[in-house]
C-alpha cells in the first residue's frame, strides 16, 4: 500500500528525498566523465618538421602521427573502473599498429586474442577475453594477402558470434575486391558484392570502410554501412606546409573527378584538372590527354588507391610535359604492387602522401614517401558508433 501511495503521487520522505538526489548527482558526474574525445584532425596533429616546406628539402619517409588528444578528452585519463567495459576493440594480421594507435587514442587495451596458422595453411582464432555482451571492434584490412586476410576476418567474426558478443563490428580501412564492383564484360562476377554477402552471413552487424573504391559498393551490404574518408588527414598535413598559391588538384582519371573536385574545394578552393586515359588491360593505362591548365603551378594528384602506379606515374609524366612546376600524388591506400616502388621512386614525383591504412613492409619504403596516420579518424568513428552518434559529424 505505501508503495502504491508514494507512485499515485504522495510526497516522499526528506530521507528519500535526499537519497534520490545524491544518487542523481552521482549518475551524472559519472555520465560527464563519458564525453566523447574530440577529433584531433587540426592544430593540435604533430607536423613533420619543423620548417618543412614543398620544394624545399625536407626530410622525407618518416611516418607522421597524430599526437594525444587533450587529457580531458581522452578515455585514458579516466579511472579503469571507470571506463566503459562494454567497448571491445581486436585486431587481425593484417595492420596491428594501427589498431594499437586506435585502441591508445581511444584509452582501452586492445583485446587477447590469438591467431596461428596450422602446418596446412589453416587459421586458428581463439578470443582469451570474454566478450558475452559486448561491442566488438574488429580491425582488419583486406590487403595481400587478400584471401588470406579476408579469411582470418571471416574467422574473427565466427569467434565473436559464438562467444555471444552483443554486436560486431568490422572496421575494414582497406577493402579488397572493392574494385571488382561491376560487369565489365560477359561472364564476370562482382566480387564486391561476394565479399559484402561473406561478411554478412558471416556474423557482422554493421562494417566500418575508408574512401571505398566504388561509393556503389556500399549499396552490396545488406548491414549498416559507415563510409570514412581519409581526406582530413591529408588536407590537414597539406595545410602545415607553405604551399603555393598556384597549385591546380588534379583526377587522374576521370572516374576521380568528384573526389577530386571534393578535394580541391578544401583546398583553398583550388582550380581542377583532369587526365583523360584510355585503359588497355589490367593494371595496364595509356594517357590520351589532359583537360585544363597545369603550367607553372604546382600540380596535387588525388586518388583513393595506387596500385601499380601506372596511371598516376602516366599522369604526372604528361603533367610535366604540359609545364607543371611539381607534382605531388596524395592517395588514402597504398597498395604498391609491383613495379610502384621504381615507378614512385623515380624522381618524377616531388612527394607521395599516403595512410596507414595498410601496413607498409621495409621494402615498400622510399625517400619521397610520407605516410599519415588515420588513427584518430578511425577511433573517433568507433566512437561514435559505440555511443550511437553521428558519423557524419566527425567530418563537419
Not at 538526489?21 to 558526474?29: D, E, G, H, K, L
Not at 619521397?368 to 559529424?393: C, K, P, Y
Request: proline letters at 5%; glycine letters at 6%.
Amino acid at each position: 500500500m505505501a508503495s502504491t501511495a508514494a507512485a499515485a503521487g504522495t510526497p516522499s520522505s526528506p530521507l528519500l528525498s535526499s537519497r534520490r538526489r545524491s544518487v542523481s548527482s552521482s549518475f551524472r558526474a559519472a555520465a560527464s566523465r563519458f564525453r566523447p574525445p574530440r577529433c584531433v584532425l587540426g592544430s593540435e596533429q604533430l607536423r613533420v618538421a619543423e620548417g618543412k616546406r614543398m620544394g624545399g628539402g625536407e626530410p622525407r619517409g618518416a611516418a607522421w602521427t597524430p599526437k594525444a588528444p587533450a587529457q580531458e578528452a581522452r578515455l585514458a585519463a579516466l579511472p579503469r573502473e571507470a571506463r566503459d567495459s562494454r567497448m571491445k576493440i581486436f585486431s587481425g594480421t593484417a595492420n596491428r599498429p594501427l589498431s594499437q594507435e586506435i585502441a591508445a587514442y581511444l584509452g582501452v587495451d586492445l583485446g587477447k586474442i590469438l591467431i596461428k596458422r596450422f602446418a596446412d595453411g589453416e587459421i586458428y582464432v581463439q578470443l582469451q577475453e570474454s566478450v558475452r555482451g559486448c561491442d566488438v571492434f574488429l580491425v582488419q584490412p583486406t590487403c595481400s594477402p587478400v584471401n588470406e586476410n579476408l579469411m582470418e576476418l571471416f574467422i574473427m567474426i565466427d569467434a565473436c558470434r559464438r562467444a555471444s558478443a552483443r554486436s560486431i563490428t568490422v572496421v575494414i580501412p582497406y577493402f579488397g575486391y572493392a574494385r571488382a564492383d561491376r560487369k565489365a564484360q560477359g561472364r564476370e562476377p562482382i566480387t564486391a558484392k561476394l565479399a559484402a554477402n561473406l561478411l554478412t552471413e558471416a556474423g557482422s552487424d554493421r562494417v566500418i570502410v575508408c574512401d571505398i573504391h566504388s561509393t556503389q559498393a556500399l549499396g552490396y551490404f545488406d548491414i549498416p554501412v559507415d563510409h570514412i574518408y581519409g581526406q582530413p588527414v591529408i588536407l590537414d598535413y597539406l595545410a602545415s606546409k607553405t604551399i603555393s598559391e598556384d597549385l591546380v588538384v588534379v583526377s587522374p582519371d576521370v572516374g576521380g573527378v568528384v573526389r577530386a573536385r571534393a578535394f580541391a574545394k578544401k583546398l583553398f578552393d583550388a582550380p581542377l584538372a583532369i587526365v583523360d586515359k584510355r585503359r588497355q588491360g589490367h593494371n595496364m593505362s595509356e594517357v590520351m590527354h589532359l583537360i585544363g591548365d597545369v603550367k607553372g603551378k604546382v600540380a596535387i594528384m588525388v586518388d583513393d588507391m595506387i596500385d601499380t602506379a601506372g596511371t598516376i606515374t602516366s599522369a604526372a609524366a604528361l603533367l610535366k610535359q604540359e609545364g607543371a612546376e611539381a607534382v605531388y600524388a596524395c592517395c588514402t591506400h597504398a597498395v604498391f604492387s609491383p613495379p610502384a616502388i621504381e615507378r614512385l621512386s623515380g624522381g618524377i614525383f616531388e612527394e607521395v602522401i599516403v595512410t596507414n591504412s595498410i601496413l607498409l613492409p621495409d621494402d615498400k619504403c622510399f625517400p619521397q614517401l610520407t605516410v599519415l596516420s588515420m588513427a584518430n579518424l578511425v577511433a573517433e568513428t568507433i566512437w561514435h558508433v559505440h555511443r550511437d552518434g553521428s558519423v557524419s559529424s566527425i567530418f563537419q
